[in-house]
């Protein structure tokens, strides 16, 4: 998931006006559990990511706490940025999975077909797009988008 704007970035890493989520709050990627047993265990290091979907699920929510090294972490080597760059007025908002190929512990590929929405400067939008993700040094990490929208 990747979004570029001419507006003026921030660096990298916590920013001011990031929600504050706590282990015990639901998590941002709508799955009924809370943060810290769902994709706050993954952006902690205290697990991979078992399937596509899951890493999907975490890296939306690592959009969503600002968390940069774990979206670089969890990066394709050959097609990751030197750097992630977060959006001050971005705020996302809710997670769409549409669609799943593959990306299962049996699969060394796999597709994720979502939508992510949030509001910019207070407008609502959404993001469609298809991810790719390829397993690197056996964990899944994402490689690259095909944009639906």
Same mark, same amino acid.
């Given at each position: 998931?990747?979004?570029?704007?001419?507006?003026?970035?921030?660096?990298?890493?916590?920013?001011?006006?990031?929600?504050?989520?706590?282990?015990?709050?639901p998590?941002?990627?709508?799955?009924?559990a809370?943060?810290?047993?769902?994709?706050?265990?993954?952006?902690?290091g205290?697990?991979?990511a078992?399937?596509?979907?899951?890493?999907?699920?975490?890296?939306?929510?690592?959009?969503?706490?600002?968390?940069?090294?774990?979206?670089?972490? *969890?990066?394709?080597?050959? *097609?990751?940025?030197p750097?992630?760059?977060?959006?001050?007025?971005?705020?996302?908002?809710?997670?769409?999975?549409?669609?799943?190929?593959?990306?299962?512990?049996?699969?060394? *590929?796999?597709?994720?077909?979502?939508?992510?929405?949030?509001?910019d400067d207070?407008?609502p939008?959404?993001?469609?797009?298809?991810?790719?993700?390829?397993?690197?040094?056996?964990?899944?990490?994402?490689a690259?988008?095909?944009?639906?929208?």
């Amino acid at each position: 998931m990747s979004r570029r704007t001419s507006r003026p970035r921030r660096p990298a890493g916590p920013q001011p006006g990031s929600p504050r989520i706590t282990p015990e709050a639901p998590c941002p990627c709508g799955l009924q559990a809370p943060y810290g047993d769902c994709c706050g265990r993954f952006h902690a290091g205290a697990a991979a990511a078992p399937t596509c979907e899951a890493l999907m699920r975490s890296r939306y929510s690592a959009f969503v706490v600002r968390d940069a090294a774990y979206l670089l972490r *969890t990066w394709r080597p050959e *097609t990751r940025p030197p750097s992630v760059d977060f959006d001050p007025a971005m705020r996302w908002t809710g997670l769409e999975i549409l669609d799943t190929t593959e990306g299962s512990a049996f699969h060394t *590929t796999g597709t994720v077909t979502f939508r992510a929405h949030y509001t910019d400067d207070g407008r609502p939008d959404a993001l469609h797009e298809k991810s790719r993700f390829v397993r690197h040094e056996g964990a899944w990490v994402y490689a690259s988008a095909v944009f639906i929208d």
